[in-house]
């Protein structure tokens, strides 16, 4: 039955990452994929949240596998990250292409790892 509502927390993460992106896109005059970067972030650190919860506050590990895995990995999106990437890379924009790949993963880490530490003094 987990398997049932961590497919469901995926699909409603999905759907909101879509939303958002589509949202953000919109405002945004900028041909750099900054939602994308703005969405992994902020999946990150309700990530290290939660993992914050299970580790420091004994909160089910089912809210982890259901909204962590589930909704999480379904509103965070790397391999768009990688196409963007690879897009910038194709229209020899280099120094955006680093910025967006080596960017993404320095912000998304340190994000988790703030939201491990929100986590621990909550």
Do not use: E, K, Q
């Not at 994929?33 to 914050?52: F, K």
């Not at 292409?97 to 998304?108: M, R």
């Amino acid at each position: 039955m987990i398997a049932v509502w961590v497919a469901l927390a995926g699909s409603l993460g999905a759907v909101v990452r879509f939303v958002v992106d589509s949202a953000l896109r919109a405002r945004s005059g900028s041909s750099l994929p900054w939602p994308t970067v703005l969405i992994n972030v902020t999946g990150s650190l309700l990530l290290g949240i939660l993992a914050g919860a299970v580790l420091f506050h004994d909160a089910p590990t089912a809210m982890l596998t259901i909204a962590g895995v589930g909704f999480c990995g379904g509103y965070t999106t790397f391999s768009t990250t990688s196409v963007d990437s690879v897009r910038l890379i194709v229209a020899r924009r280099y120094a955006a292409a680093a910025a967006i790949a080596f960017g993404t993963l320095a912000t998304t880490l340190v994000a988790a790892a703030a939201g491990l530490g929100l986590a621990a003094v909550w």
